[in-house]
T-cell receptor, first 110, second 116 residues
Framework: EDKVVQSPLSLVVHEGDTVTLNCSYE??????LLWYKQEKKAPTFLFMLTSSGIEKKSGRLSSILDKKELFSILNITATQTGDSAIYLCAVEYSGYALNFGKGTSLLVTP | ETGVTQTPRHLVMGMTNKKSLKCEQHLGHNAMYWYKQSAKKPLELMFV???????ENNSVPSRFSPECPNSSHLFLHLHTLQPEDSALYLCASSQERQGANTDTQYFGPGTRLTVL
């Protein structure tokens, strides 16, 4: 059965800390892995990863995919309170379907 | 299994057809959402229902008509669609706890819609 597992489910850190969020998957006919940040309503897109070992970076956020071990990590350095959100991982597979994980709820305290 | 199911998983329709997408959540949540995911575009929020009441309609054309008969079921009725409406339509649900800033949304697998 196709599945996407995120860990941890929730995390509390202090401003300035670095966090690593994990996403592992088991899907047939993998196409891409996507990271989203959900703050209020619609999740906002962060990264799309299709190739192993190539880091994608946007400011303090970065992400990398390991297609051999079937996982991805999302790193956030020098966290700020504005990073508090739910981070969703989704895997696109055959037929262009999306399979979402349950999310990691991140709280950054001042 | 996220507790949110969608049917059908794939749908091909002509521009003059009328069809409906169905979403069901088994999580006891109070809010349900319709999203559109087009190729190479961000996830677009279409409609939000809270306790069966529509609370958001993000300028969606009237050829998309949502219906929420109860907190567990959400429909998207489609008629006279255009080829550019072809996309993955995702349903999600969340608890909507009182006083909570954000509640995790649980997504269904989506319906892949192709309009010919």
């Amino acid at each position: 059965e196709d599945k996407v597992v995120q860990s941890p489910l929730s995390l509390v850190v202090h401003e300035g800390d670095t966090v690593t969020l994990n996403c592992s998957y088991e899907v047939t006919n993998f196409r891409s892995l996507l990271w989203y940040k959900q703050e209020k309503k619609a999740p906002t897109f962060l990264f799309m990863l299709t190739s192993s070992g190539i880091e994608k970076k946007s400011g303090r956020l970065s992400s990398i995919l390991d297609k051999k071990e079937l996982f991805s990590i999302l790193n956030i350095t020098a966290t700020q309170t504005g990073d508090s959100a739910i981070y969703l991982c989704a895997v696109e597979y055959s037929g262009y379907a999306l399979n979402f994980g349950k999310g990691t709820s991140l709280l950054v305290t001042p | 299994e996220t507790g949110v199911t969608q049917t059908p998983r794939h749908l091909v329709m002509g521009m003059t057809n009328k069809k409906s997408l169905k979403c069901e959540q088994h999580l006891g949540h109070n809010a349900m959402y319709w999203y559109k995911q087009s190729a190479k575009k961000p996830l677009e929020l279409m409609f939000v229902y809270n306790f069966k009441e529509q609370t958001e309609n993000n300028s969606v054309p009237s050829r998309f008509s949502p219906e929420c008969p109860n907190s567990s079921h959400l429909f998207l009725h489609l008629h006279t669609l255009q080829p550019e409406d072809s996309a993955l339509y995702l349903c999600a649900s969340s608890q909507e706890r009182q006083g909570a800033n954000t509640d995790t949304q649980y997504f269904g697998p989506g319906t892949r819609l192709t309009v010919l």
